[in-house]
């Protein structure tokens, strides 16, 4: 943080989390120390790779104003992961009621009597952060997680909740395999048991046509036996009439 007596200044370094080819911003936050309407303007020694919103303003008294810099998509990495792009930031008071239109570049002239405070800002490249792993360490299926021992040689319990649920999961994975066991033979023996219904009723049709086939033959001899009884008690019956 800045100690000066009109802004203070958080951060004093710019750290941008570098990344090829993506804008990557960070935030200043500048806070009026005064009971005076505090002008402020912004500077960069390589204007074309950043871009300050705002890049001036006015900062009421006892207030705080954010500052967002920009550093636009970068296609090469720079050496060393090093940068020596610097930023001023200069602030002076002005009258009260003044707003961001009222700021000139002669405010901030110094050969013109203008007590002008002025910040320089570093510029650091860091490592972006690292995504969260989709697996906790040491919940790994067949991996021990460790407990954490205290100073004083105790360990905490509550390290010790994931490994009993892991446990619990564990015994209950063969009652699980012991039900679909079970489910598999019953649809096993219930299929046979059909198939075997299905052979029966096959069976039983079968021994019916047959049945049936053989009741008809029957039913024709006796009608043909009848007609040929018949036509012999006709025959004998005119024989007796014509000797009589």
Do not use: W
């Not at 993506?22 to 950043?50: E, G, H, R, W």
């Not at 046509?209 to 029957?218: P, Q, Y």
Request: hydrophobic share 35%.
């Amino acid at each position: 943080m800045s100690n000066g007596e009109l802004l203070s200044i958080e951060p004093l370094e710019l750290k941008f989390p570098f990344e090829l080819k993506k804008q990557i911003s960070c935030s200043l936050q500048l806070s009026n120390k005064t009971d005076s309407y505090v002008a402020f303007k912004v500077k960069t020694t390589n204007p074309k790779k950043y871009c300050v919103r705002p890049n001036n303003g006015i900062v009421m008294p006892r207030s705080m104003c954010d500052v967002m810099v920009t550093m636009q998509a970068q296609r090469e990495a720079p050496a060393d992961m090093q940068c020596k792009d610097k930023f001023l930031l200069q602030s002076v008071k002005t009258y009260d009621g003044a707003s961001p239109k009222d700021i000139s570049a002669d405010m901030f002239n110094k050969e013109a009597g203008h007590v002008v405070e002025e910040c320089k800002l570093r510029v650091l490249y860091v490592s972006p952060p690292r995504p969260p792993s989709p697996v906790a360490e040491g919940s790994e299926e067949g991996s021990s997680p460790r407990g954490s021992v205290s100073e004083n040689g105790t360990v905490n319990g509550s390290d010790f909740a994931q490994p009993l649920q892991v446990a619990k999961g564990f015994t209950e994975r063969p009652e699980a395999l012991e039900k679909s066991a079970e489910a598999r033979a019953l649809i096993s023996r219930l299929t046979e048991e059909k198939n075997n219904a299905i052979q029966q009723n096959s069976k039983l049709r079968q021994e019916l046509d047959l049945l049936k086939r053989e009741g008809n033959k029957n039913r024709g001899g006796v009608s043909f036996a009848l007609v040929i009884f018949i036509g012999l008690l006709g025959i004998i019956m005119g024989y007796l009439m014509k000797r009589t």
